[in-house]
């Protein structure tokens, strides 16, 4: 740990009592038994261990997808040297009904757990424990994944669907939307100090994304681009749901080429964007979205920097 050169971001399970609790997960009869193989136990040790390494080294560390109602407990009172992920699965889902309901598919790294733990996590998001939100778990398709567990892949896609997930938890208010940019946007920039983003503020980087706080969708299948063309939420109804982001490093489309998400906005040919005085430096790409509702996203963006760089201005 010492040798590293960034904040090592850290997956912790215990492999040596996972190792020897295996006989669990070999001897069942379905992937229910996942969560009981891969235990609370297992992630109090891993962690535990963590951190008394990280305190002897001296350097702070980032914990991954935490699952347990024990770790937010103790990272609770670690946050000296220590940063902590959740996803939106671990949030939303729990056991044994996503297990009855997607079987192999409902496998993932660490497990998705029942009610009670899902509920010391939501706490751990109001409370400050959590510091970002992520969402990719190498998904595989249906084709991929038809074996018997154990012998079954663990992954579940999620980076398409954060958004308005989290998004309706904003709506019911139990999530503000100020929390919720922190832990996608702010949270990942001041860990990883990662310079021009995470502000909408002169000379950063111009990503953003477009979001309708009151339109409503279904999560469907067909909706999902990622190549597994599936998702856990499927039938959710949520009210909030991204349908437009601006990427800094965005790459322009060939032509005809579908968009089956959000549409996009990136500056003209792939140009770099970033906030600036310049009232004509963006060029509004919207994949599926009508010109006359692509004009009144560049008017709204037009005013909205326009006003911040006019305060940025008056500060200096």
């Known amino acids: 740990m010492r040798a590293a050169a960034r904040r090592p971001a850290t997956h912790a399970e215990d492999e040596y009592h996972m190792q020897d609790s295996f006989h669990i997960a070999e001897e069942a009869t379905n992937v229910c038994a996942h969560t009981v193989w891969r235990d609370a136990e297992s992630a109090r040790l891993a962690t535990e261990r963590l951190l008394r390494i990280a305190k002897r080294t001296r350097r702070r560390v980032h914990v991954l997808h935490i699952t347990t109602a024990g770790k937010v ?5 670690h946050k000296d040297v220590a ?19 997607l079987r192999p598919f409902a496998q993932i790294n660490s497990p998705i757990r029942d009610a009670h733990h899902r509920a010391k996590l939501w706490t751990g998001v109001q409370s400050g424990v959590v510091d970002v939100f992520e969402f990719g778990h190498a998904p595989h398709t249906r084709e991929e994944n038809p074996g018997t567990y154990p012998n079954t892949p663990s992954g579940m896609p ?32 001041r860990i990883y100090n990662i310079a021009g983003k995470g502000r909408l503020a002169v000379g950063y980087d111009a990503d953003f994304t477009l979001t309708d706080l009151q339109g409503t969708r279904t999560i469907t299948d067909d909706w999902i681009v990622r190549k597994c063309g599936w998702t856990p939420f499927i039938d959710m109804k949520t009210t909030g749901y991204d349908h437009s982001r601006c ?27 970033s906030f600036g005085s310049d009232r004509n430096f963006i060029t509004v790409q919207i994949g599926e979205v009508q010109s006359a509702a692509a004009k009144e996203i560049e008017n709204w963006f037009h005013n909205i920097t326009t006003r911040r760089f006019n305060a940025f201005q008056n500060i200096r």
């Open 158 to 189: 999620g980076v398409q669907t954060l958004v308005p997930v989290m998004l309706n938890h904003v709506h019911e208010g139990r999530l503000s939307l100020e929390r919720f940019v922190d832990l996608t946007a702010h949270g990942p920039q």
């Open 83 to 101: 940063t902590v992920e959740c996803t939106p699965q671990h949030l939303i889902l729990s056991s044994p009904d996503l297990y009855d309901r």
């Open 247 to 273: 990427r800094s490093h965005a790459r322009r489309r060939s032509a005809g080429q579908p968009h089956r998400n959000a549409g996009s906005v990136s500056g003209h040919d792939g140009q770099e964007l």
């Open 73 to 77: 407990t103790f990272l609770a009172t």
